[in-house]
């Protein structure tokens, strides 16, 4: 792509930059995957990963969309991840930089915690979990969340990690719709200098839950907890005990076995476990890694989201160390004690790659330049965005305060789903403030009318994807329908994938994300569903019915407004609004609770009795409502 073509604002990548990047010419790459996918992606795979067995196949596509990648390959990811560093230097590298909320510190070198990972395997597989079983992870964001993970891997048991912002009625409704049998938690969370107290709510949901046979503890924050005798024990005391063998070994799986299922929201009813795989995830999370944040072994690499959320599990847990790459992690708030508590850390482990969310950047450019002009954030060289479309007034800030004008910006665009990056530019590509840029190399990505033909350019769209990709999640666990319905029926005469979300696409090919068009709401980055926050509402007895809708916020990208009808003989109260905030936030998370309520006699209905959420956001933002002709009254 030429220069002179380019329209708007551009930011073109220095020389420099573009001669030491993994792939410095983008548009070669992309027309060689292009030209072949499964040659592409084979040829990645033989070469930046070890396989117990090769495959037969890359890409097995007869019985789409349940596609299968690396066909009949054996391999575990904790065996790229751990296994295989431990023959090389990189044995001896800080895989992990763990700093608390209180400033206590802690590093892994991957020697160090594939140590740990052995001992928890071993620990877990004396209670009786092996391959194919489920284990819920309910944690703060601490090391042992990552070993957890990389135990279950080990041992091809699925993990299926609870966000640790959630609350008890969330962590029920996935330990029963997971069969787990195994709960791994905390006692508590350091978060803005308070503790959450995992371990009373775990056992809140776990007194419920059917199927956990086993607790496990680590103590973190160290305040009483009740401990279940025969069914609760401490971390620390089952990795004192002989089972806690350091000699452990690592499961042999076949590349299409489930690694881990993540619940996250959809349109309707219950959330939906996304499932991914041991060997097309790998190969995909960890290329995206390696050539977007163009990862080199000095790196200190820093993803400041949570482990609990697809970033954390891709970005903070599998790539970097199937890289080998050192990572920094961090426990608590962005602004405690004060808002220069990332700068202090960027300065202090020399962060040279930071990934985050728009809804951070924008949070800490409220307090103003001056908190990160006090310190040295010359070490970073990339940085990230994900989770929302980025504002350019954001972008531009990140860059000139935070990047000093010499750091691209890469914003990832993708999903739970995808398992990896898919629209987002390399760092040799140039940059458009607010544009996730194009398809990663093989990605193809398109912009549709209702029938599937190419919007013009600026007009907005469907986005949809139409080609397949080895970190594609494999089905939703247990519901292979579901699957092929949410994700697959729209444009399925075309065999392609549809995200749920609305595009443009301009006149240079790049991509501007617009938002969600389905009742998936994105509070602060964070993936909330509409239906899951109603019945919370509606499980308070003074309520009979309930609407959300997101309300766009400055700040947190969109904050959450309920509207309720109250049950006969409830009143209306300032009082009882707080209430049913307070229950929300009780029940679900403290991050899933309304900012607004409004009680109310009627909600808007179409003749079939469906909620139209579209109207109740026109009103609440002063817009016109549009077409009322399906209103039921
Ligand atoms: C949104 C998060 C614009 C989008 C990795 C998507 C984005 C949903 C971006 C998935 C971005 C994510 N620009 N929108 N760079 N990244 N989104 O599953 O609506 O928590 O469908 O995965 O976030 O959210 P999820």
């Not at 904790?78 to 090389?88: E, I």
């Not at 820093?302 to 903070?316: E, F, K, L, N, R």
């Amino acid at each position: 792509m030429s220069d002179q073509k380019m329209t708007g604002d551009v930011y073109y990548p220095s020389p420099e930059i573009v001669q030491s990047a993994h792939i410095p010419d983008f548009d070669a790459v992309h027309a060689e995957a292009t030209a072949d996918l499964p040659g592409f992606w084979g040829k990645i795979a033989s070469a930046d990963f070890e396989w117990y067995k090769p495959w037969r196949k890359v890409l097995d596509d007869s019985n789409a969309p349940f596609y299968k990648w690396f066909v009949d390959a054996k391999v575990n990811i904790v065996h790229n991840a751990l296994d295989r560093h431990m023959r090389t230097a990189t044995r001896n590298k800080a895989a992990l930089i763990f700093e608390g909320e209180k400033g206590d510190t802690r590093t892994y070198t991957y020697q160090q915690l594939n140590h740990e990972v052995c001992k928890f395997a071993s620990v877990i597989r004396s209670m009786g979990v092996s391959k194919g079983d489920r284990v819920t992870i309910y944690m703060g964001r601490i090391p042992e969340l990552m070993i957890a993970m990389l135990a279950c891997a080990k041992v091809g048991a699925m993990h299926s990690v609870v966000y640790g912002g959630f609350s008890t009625e969330a962590l029920l409704s996935r330990i029963d719709d997971s069969d787990s049998k195994l709960l791994i938690t905390c006692d508590g969370a350091w978060l803005r200098g308070k503790i959450i107290k995992l371990k009373d709510i775990a056992n809140g949901a776990v007194d419920r839950a059917g199927t956990i046979q086993n607790v496990i503890c680590v103590k973190r924050t160290g305040h009483e907890v009740e401990m279940v005798p025969g069914r609760d024990h401490w971390y620390h005391d089952l990795m004192a005990l002989p089972i806690a063998s350091a000699d452990a070994e690592t499961e042999v799986m076949d590349a299409e076995d489930p690694l881990f299922i993540l619940y996250t929201s959809g349109t309707t009813g219950r959330p939906k476990a996304i499932l991914h795989t041991h060997g097309g995830y790998m190969v995909g999370s960890a290329t995206t890694l390696k050539w977007v944040f163009d990862i080199k072994p000095e790196d200190v690499w820093w993803c400041a989201a949570d482990p609990g959320w697809i970033t954390g599990h891709s970005y903070i847990v599998y790539s970097p160390l199937v890289n080998g790459a050192t990572s920094f992690m961090y426990e608590g708030a962005p602004t405690f004690p004060y808002p220069d508590r990332w700068w202090k850390m960027v300065e202090k482990y020399k962060i040279t790659i930071l990934y985050t969310a728009p809804t951070a950047i924008r949070g800490l450019m409220r307090f103003g330049e001056s908190w990160p002009n006090r310190y040295d954030l010359s070490s970073l060289r990339l940085l990230g965005s994900v989770g929302e479309p980025i504002n350019p007034e954001a972008w531009k800030w990140y860059h000139r305060v935070i990047g000093a004008e010499k750091c691209p910006i890469m914003d990832t665009w993708w999903q739970t789903e995808t398992g990896n990056f898919m629209i987002t530019p390399l760092p040799s590509v140039p940059l458009k403030p607010g544009s996730a840029t194009r398809g990663f190399p093989g990605v193809q990505i398109d912009v549709v009318d209702e029938e599937g033909d190419p919007v013009a350019a600026n007009e907005e769209g469907f986005l949809v994807i139409k080609s397949p990709w080895p970190a594609m999640m494999r089905t939703l666990y247990q519901d292979p329908d579901r699957y092929v319905d949410v994700y697959w029926s729209r444009f399925s005469e075309q065999g392609w994938y549809l995200p749920g979300d609305s595009a443009k696409k301009d006149e240079d090919g790049y991509i501007w994300v617009i938002g969600r068009i389905d009742d998936v709401i994105k509070v602060s980055g964070y993936r909330l569903g509409t239906a899951e926050i109603e019945s919370a509402l509606v499980s308070h007895p003074a309520v009979a019915e309930s609407a959300v809708i997101g309300v766009p916020d400055e700040v947190r990208g969109n904050i959450i407004k309920a509207y309720c009808i109250l049950n006969a003989g409830a009143t209306a109260s300032e009082s009882l609004a707080e209430e049913l905030k307070a229950h929300v936030g009780t029940e679900m998370g403290p991050i899933a609770k309304p900012s607004m309520i409004e009680l109310v006699d009627s909600l808007p209905k179409t003749r079939s009795g469906k909620i139209m959420r579209r109207v109740l956001r026109a009103q609440t933002m002063g817009q016109d409502v549009g077409d009322l002709s399906t209103l039921a009254d």
